[in-house]
C-alpha cells in the first residue's frame, strides 16, 4: 500500500509540475502577481511529493521488500544497513528518482528564497524548473518504475553491484547530481530571462548563487569518482578519460567558464549573450552525460540500463530541451541589450580568454568522446580515443589557461597594463621558478617535465595569495597587523577566488607528482619484505574472513622505515556470492600528503601471493585541491551579496574596496573609463 | 556518472571473472627479467586497448585477453622488435581500434585538428566581436550629431565651463 501511495505520490508530483509549469508562466506573461504567486506553493508541493516518493522506496530498500523489482535487483538481506540505504540510488531507476529530488528541491530553493529576484524573473524560473521536472518525471514514469511489483515475491535479492558497496561511491552519485541538476536552475534562469527579453547584472546576481553551488557540489563528485577509481580499481591511477569520466568532466569545464562569465556580466554589464548562451549548454552538456550513460551507446555490451525505449526517451528529451533552448536563444538574444565595452587587455578581456580556452578544452573532450561514435555510424571504421589523445590534446590547452590564470587575477577591469601585471606578478613568478630549479635538483635524473609541473602549481597558489597580500599592503602604512586585518576584511567572494585559484594550483601539484611514483610488482610469500621507495613492507599473513554479504582473502602487511614498524594495511580481495563477482580492496596508509598503496594480486602458482606495491607521493593534493576549489565556491557563497535572506547591498560598503567588489554595472562607454587604467582596487 | 561508469566498469569485470580464471592488471610472473625489456613492454601496453574493455589499456586491465596481449608484446620485444614493430605487429591483427592514440589519416584527421580549429575559430570570433562592438560604441558619438547639435553642446558645455 505504501509503495503504491509513493508510485502515486509520482503521479500527482507530475500533474503539480503542470501546474508549475504553466500557472506562473502564464502570470508573468499577464503581469498577473496573483497567477506568479502560484509558482512557488507549486514547486514546494512538488518536492515534497517526490521527497516522499523517494522515501518510500529507501523504506522499501530498508525493509528489504523483495515484493518490489527493483529491490530485488539491487539489494540482499544480508547487505550492511547502510548500502541498502546507498543502494536505492544504486540503479537506474532509484538515480533517477534522486535526479528528480534534487531536480524539485533546487525550484523549492528558488521559491523560498529570499534574495532579491524580481518577480517575472522568479516566476519564469520556476516555471522552467516545472518543465524540465514534467519531462523527467514521465521519463520515470513511463519507462522506469522504480515501485515495479514483483509476484511472487523472491526470498532474497540479487545483491547491490559490489563495486558500488563503498563509502566513496555511496556518497558520490548525490553529491554529482546536485551538481549536473544544480546547473538546471542556472539553465531555467537563463530560459527566463531569454522568454522576458530581459537580462542585466541583477540577473547575474541572482543566478551566481545557485551557479557557485552546483558547480561545488559538481567539483566535490568528480573528486569523490576519481579518488574511489583510484582506491577500488586497483592499479592507482586517478583518471582514466573514460567517456563516462568524461561526461562529468565536459559540465564542469563550462561550468567554470560560465562561473567566470557571470562576474564579468555582473560587474560591467558585458557577455550578456554568452552567459546565457553557456548556462544552456552547461546544463545541456549535463542532460548529454545522461543520455550517453543510461542508452548504452557508449558501452553498448554492458549497459545501466540497456533499453532502447529508455535511450530514445532521453534522446528525446535532450533534443526538446537542447533543441527548444538554442531556438528561443537564437530568436531572442539579438533583442538582448548589449553591455559595456572593454580593452583587449583588461579583466573582461583575461576573463573572455578564460572562457574561449575552457571551451575550447571542453570541445576537446567532447570531440574526443563522440567522435569514435560519429565515425562508426558514418563510415563503419571503428577507431579509439584514449588517454594518450586527450593527454596530447587537453593539456596543450589547459596547461597555458592555468599559466594565464594568475595574470587575469590581477589585471584591472575596463584597460589593464602589462607593465603594472608583471609587476605585482614578479615575487610569485620567481619563487614559482626556484621551487622548480630546486625540485629539479632534488630530484636529478628523474622526469623532466614534472618539476616545470610542480613550478606551476606553486606559481598559481603564490598567485591566488598575491591578490590578498597586494590589497591588503594597500592600505599604506600600519604594519603587519594593519594588513592582516585588511586581507581579513576583504570581502568573502575575493577570498573564494582566491582559495579555487589555490586549490587549482594545490591540484596540478598533486598531479605533476605523480610522475615519481613508484611502482613494483613482485611475488610475495608470509615474512617477506620487499622495498618501497625508502618504506618495507613485510607480509605477515594471508588468511579468508567472512563478513556481511561477502567473503575475503585478506593480505596483512606491516610497513617499516628505517627497521621501524610505522604503520599496517590490510588489501583484500572480495567475492559477493550474490552476484558472483570479485572486488579487490586497496590496502591504503597515508604519511603526510603521499601514500602507500598495496593491492592484492593473484595466487601464484607456486603458493605465493602476487602483490602491486605503489608509492604515490603527494598524491592526496589532486583530491585537497578539488576540496578547496569547492571551499572556494562555499566561501563565496557566503559573501554577503548572495547570502539569501541578507539584504543585497552591503550598507555604505566600506568592506567593499573598490569598484572591482561594489558590483556596480557601469554603462558608460570605453572612452570614459579610461581614467581607472590604474589597477581597480 | 561515475556511480554508473563504476557499474559499467564492473558489469565487464564480472563478466570477465565468469568468463575465466581471474587474472590481474600485470602479475609479477608476466614480468621480463631484463628491466630495459620490461620498461619498453609497459610503455608498448599502455598504447594498446584492451578490446573487451571500455577504454583500458592492456597494461590496465584485469581481462585474460588482455594479459594474452601483454604476453604476446613481451614475446615480440624479447625477439627483437622494437616498439613501433611491436604496435604495428598488434594493429595488424586487430585494426586500429587496438591503438588508444588513434593515426592520424583520413578517418582521424577532423578529430586531430578539430581542438585547434575550435581555438583559432573562437578566437576570431572573439576578436570580430570586439572589433565590432568598439566600433558601434565609438561610432554614435562621433557620427550622430548634426552640425546643429554640436553647436548647442559647445554652447552647454561653454556654460559649465564659464
Known amino acids: 500500500m505504501l509503495i503504491e501511495a509513493g508510485h502515486f505520490a509520482l503521479a500527482l508530483a507530475l500533474g503539480l509540475s503542470v501546474v508549475q509549469f504553466l500557472v506562473p508562466l502564464w502570470g508573468a506573461r499577464a503581469n498577473d502577481a496573483t497567477l506568479m ?31 518490489i523489482v527493483n529491490v530485488v535487483a539491487n539489494s540482499h538481506s544480508q547487505k550492511p544497513f547502510i548500502y541498502k540505504l546507498t543502494g536505492v540510488w544504486g540503479n537506474h531507476e532509484g538515480s533517477m528518482l534522486l535526479w528528480i529530488v534534487i531536480l524539485a528541491l533546487f525550484g523549492a530553493l528558488v521559491a523560498v528564497a529570499r534574495n532579491a529576484v524580481p518577480p517575472k524573473l522568479r516566476a ?37 553491484n559490489p563495486f558500488l558497496q563503498d563509502p566513496g561511491l555511496a556518497i558520490h552519485p548525490p ?67 573514460d567517456p563516462v569520466e568524461n561526461a562529468s568532466l565536459m559540465p564542469w569545464l563550462v561550468g567554470t567558464a560560465l562561473i567566470h562569465s557571470t562576474i564579468v556580466m555582473e560587474k560591467r554589464d558585458a557577455l550578456k549573450v554568452w552567459t546565457i ?155 614559482a621558478i626556484l621551487a622548480t630549479i630546486a625540485v629539479y635538483a632534488v630530484t636529478f635524473g628523474g622526469p623532466v617535465l614534472a618539476p616545470l609541473g610542480i613550478g606551476l602549481g606553486v606559481f598559481l597558489v603564490l598567485g591566488a595569495f598575491n591578490e590578498v597580500a597586494t590589497r591588503a599592503r594597500q592600505g599604506g602604512s600600519g604594519g603587519l597587523a594593519h594588513a592582516a586585518k585588511r586581507a581579513l576584511g576583504l570581502p568573502r ?91 579487490t580492496e586497496a590496502g591504503l596508509r597515508t604519511f603526510g600528503f603521499s601514500q602507500v598503496y598495496i593491492s592484492f594480486g593473484e595466487i601464484q602458482p607456486d603458493g605465493s601471493l602476487g602483490v602491486r606495491l605503489y608509492y604515490k607521493p603527494w598524491i592526496l593534493l589532486i583530491w585537497i585541491g578539488s576540496v578547496i576549489m569547492a571551499l572556494g565556491a562555499a566561501l563565496a557563497l557566503t559573501d554577503r551579496r548572495y547570502r539569501v535572506g541578507a539584504p543585497v547591498r552591503a550598507k555604505g560598503g566600506p568592506r567593499e574596496s573598490g569598484p572591482r567588489e561594489r558590483g556596480s554595472p557601469t554603462r558608460r562607454p570605453a572612452a570614459g573609463g579610461a581614467t581607472s587604467a590604474v589597477p581597480a582596487e | 556518472m561515475r556511480a554508473l561508469s563504476a557499474t559499467f566498469a564492473s558489469l565487464a569485470f564480472a563478466a570477465m571473472l565468469a568468463l575465466a580464471a581471474p587474472a590481474m592488471a600485470l602479475g609479477p610472473d608476466e614480468i621480463l627479467d631484463d628491466p630495459a625489456l620490461e620498461e619498453r613492454a609497459r610503455e608498448v601496453s599502455k598504447g594498446l586497448r584492451c578490446l573487451v574493455c571500455q577504454n583500458q589499456s592492456i597494461d590496465d586491465s584485469d581481462a585474460p585477453l588482455a594479459r594474452d596481449l601483454r604476453t604476446l608484446v613481451r614475446e615480440r620485444i624479447e625477439a627483437g622488435d622494437s616498439n613501433d614493430q611491436v604496435v604495428e ?70 556654460r559649465e565651463r564659464g
Open chain 1, 277 to 431: 548562451l553557456l548556462a544552456i549548454l552547461t546544463f545541456s552538456l549535463s542532460l548529454l552525460g545522461t543520455f550517453l550513460v543510461r542508452s548504452g551507446v557508449l558501452t553498448s555490451v554492458h549497459a545501466f540500463a540497456v533499453d532502447p525505449d529508455r535511450g530514445l526517451f532521453i534522446l528525446g528529451i535532450l533534443i526538446f530541451f537542447i533543441g527548444g533552448s538554442l531556438a528561443l536563444f537564437a530568436w531572442r538574444a539579438p533583442m538582448l541589450k548589449q553591455g559595456g565595452i572593454f580593452a583587449p587587455v583588461s579583466r573582461e578581456g583575461a576573463l573572455v580568454l578564460n572562457n574561449l580556452f575552457l571551451t575550447t578544452a571542453c570541445a576537446t573532450v567532447f570531440i574526443g568522446t563522440l567522435y569514435p561514435l560519429a565515425l562508426e555510424s558514418l563510415t563503419g571504421a571503428k577507431i579509439s580515443v584514449g588517454a594518450p589523445f586527450f593527454n596530447a590534446t587537453f593539456l596543450p590547452i589547459v596547461v597555458p589557461l592555468l599559466l594565464l590564470l594568475p595574470f587575469g587575477q590581477v589585471i584591472a577591469w575596463k584597460r589593464g597594463d602589462v607593465a603594472g601585471i608583471t609587476s605585482r606578478l614578479y615575487v610569485a613568478a620567481g619563487l
Open chain 1, 37 to 67: 504567486s502560484v509558482g512557488p506553493p507549486a514547486a514546494i508541493g512538488v518536492f515534497a511529493l517526490v521527497l516522499f516518493s523517494f522515501g518510500v522506496l529507501t523504506f522499501a530498500y530498508a525493509t528489504s521488500d523483495f515484493s
Open chain 1, 124 to 160: 519564469n524560473t520556476i516555471a522552467m524548473q516545472g518543465l524540465v521536472t514534467i519531462a523527467f518525471l514521465l521519463f520515470l514514469l513511463i519507462t522506469s518504475n522504480p515501485f515495479e511489483r514483483l509476484s511472487p515475491a523472491p526470498f532474497e535479492g540479487q545483491d547491490l
Open chain 2, 89 to 158: 605487429f598488434v594493429v595488424d591483427r586487430y585494426g586500429d581500434f587496438v591503438l588508444l592514440r588513434p593515426p592520424v589519416n583520413a578517418y582521424t584527421i577532423m578529430l586531430w585538428v578539430a581542438p585547434t580549429l575550435v581555438l583559432i575559430a573562437g578566437a576570431t570570433g572573439l576578436a570580430l566581436a570586439l572589433r565590432r562592438r568598439r566600433i558601434a560604441a565609438n561610432a554614435p558619438t562621433a557620427a550622430a550629431l548634426s552640425a546643429e547639435e554640436e553647436a548647442a553642446l559647445e554652447k552647454i558645455l561653454e
Open chain 1, 175 to 241: 553529491l554529482l547530481y546536485i551538481g549536473y541538476v544544480g546547473f538546471s536552475i542556472t539553465f531555467a534562469f537563463a530560459m527566463a530571462a531569454l522568454i522576458e527579453g530581459k537580462i542585466d547584472a541583477v540577473w547575474a546576481r541572482a543566478v551566481r548563487p545557485w551557479t557557485l553551488t552546483a558547480w561545488g557540489f559538481l567539483t566535490l563528485g568528480i573528486a569523490m569518482g576519481s579518488y574511489w577509481a583510484y582506491y577500488e580499481l586497483g592499479w592507482g591511477g586517478w583518471w582514466f578519460w
Open chain 1, 493 to 583: 567572494s575575493t577570498w573564494g577566488t582566491v582559495l579555487a585559484h589555490a586549490g587549482v594550483g594545490i591540484t596540478v601539484i598533486g598531479v605533476a607528482a605523480t610522475a615519481w611514483s613508484v611502482e613494483r610488482i613482485v611475488s610475495m610469500t608470509p615474512g617477506d619484505v620487499q622495498p618501497i621507495a625508502g618504506y618495507e613492507a613485510r607480509l605477515e599473513g594471508v588468511f579468508p574472513r567472512t563478513l556481511h554479504n561477502y567473503n575475503e582473502d585478506v593480505a596483512r602487511f606491516t610497513l617499516l622505515h628505517d627497521g621501524r614498524e610505522v604503520g599496517r594495511l590490510e588489501t583484500m580481495k572480495r567475492i559477493y556470492p550474490a552476484r558472483g563477482m570479485a572486488t
